[in-house]
């Protein structure tokens, strides 16, 4: 073993170590949240825009920096669930039963970020296949026309496959449950971030849950915006 695998390994066997991973995770974790959120208002500007929006994502540094994203969320989301598991067996291991009262508190709330953390996890298995992977849908389908009628080239029609997918009302409905769910686990993990790097004073705190919170609805609302608008308000061609 070299001395950088027994550093790490040293510090995934502290409970800091791992509560560090599920932070840095998180950070990772909720900026993508905040970046694919603002992206997909771009759905307002229209279909090119959305649609030009979409082909950078897939064309950037020629194919290769999508794949990078992937690469790189794939890893903060095995490396934040990994190290939650971790943390709460040992947790679990180490409680003593004089601390049942003193963790019930503490243990409640971490029952329910798991059970809001394996719903979204399910949601995000749906989404990648709804999406990504297009299961059900041909891809061939989905032509932008304008850009084809432009250029003589075609390429994937994103706008009108979201607004597709989102007149069906149980995919609605299910998508606003879902990033629900995911904003209650939002506001709770922002909280937790500012705990685990230390800046949780007493005078800090009523700052921290109000940002959290306040950073957890602005989420919710852009995510839940797009279903409303074409389930609602039939926005779309
Ligand atoms: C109204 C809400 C949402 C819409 C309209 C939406 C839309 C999309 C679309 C169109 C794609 C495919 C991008 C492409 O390949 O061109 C995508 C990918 C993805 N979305 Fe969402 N999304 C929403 C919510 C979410 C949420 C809440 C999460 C996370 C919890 C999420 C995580 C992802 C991930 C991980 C990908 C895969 C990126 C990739 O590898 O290509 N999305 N989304």
């Not at 027994?6 to 998180?26: E, F, H, Q």
């Not at 297009?134 to 850009?147: F, I, Q, W």
């Not at 250029?151 to 879902?178: L, N, Q």
Request: glycine share 8%; with cysteine.
């Amino acid at each position: 073993m070299n001395a950088l695998t027994r550093t790490a390994s040293a510090y995934w066997a502290s409970s800091i170590g791992k509560k560090l991973v599920v932070a840095i995770t998180g950070i990772v974790l909720v900026l993508f949240l905040a970046g694919h959120m603002t992206g997909n208002l771009l759905l307002f500007a229209g279909r090119e825009a959305f649609n030009d929006y979409a082909q950078f994502l897939h064309h950037s540094l020629h194919g290769a920096g999508i794949w990078i994203a992937r690469l790189g969320l794939l890893a903060a989301l095995f490396l934040h669930i990994a190290a939650t598991i971790a943390l709460t067996r040992q947790n679990r291991a180490a409680r003593q039963p004089y601390e049942y009262n003193n963790t019930i508190q503490a243990s409640k709330s971490s029952r329910i970020m798991i059970w809001t953390g394996l719903t979204i996890l399910f949601f995000v298995i749906y989404h990648l296949m709804h999406y990504t992977i297009h299961a059900g849908n041909s891809y061939e389908t989905y032509v932008d026309p304008a850009y084809l009628a432009e250029t003589g080239e075609s390429r994937h029609d994103a706008w009108k496959m979201v607004i597709d997918g989102f007149r069906v009302w149980y995919v609605s409905i299910f998508y606003i449950i879902s990033m629900t769910v995911l904003c209650s686990h939002l506001g709770h993990g922002v909280a937790s971030i500012f705990q685990t790097l230390g800046f949780n004073s007493k005078k800090s705190r009523p700052f921290i849950e109000r940002f959290s919170w306040g950073y957890t609805a602005v989420i919710w609302l852009g995510f839940v915006s797009i279903p409303v608008a074409i389930l609602i308000f039939r926005y779309g061609y």
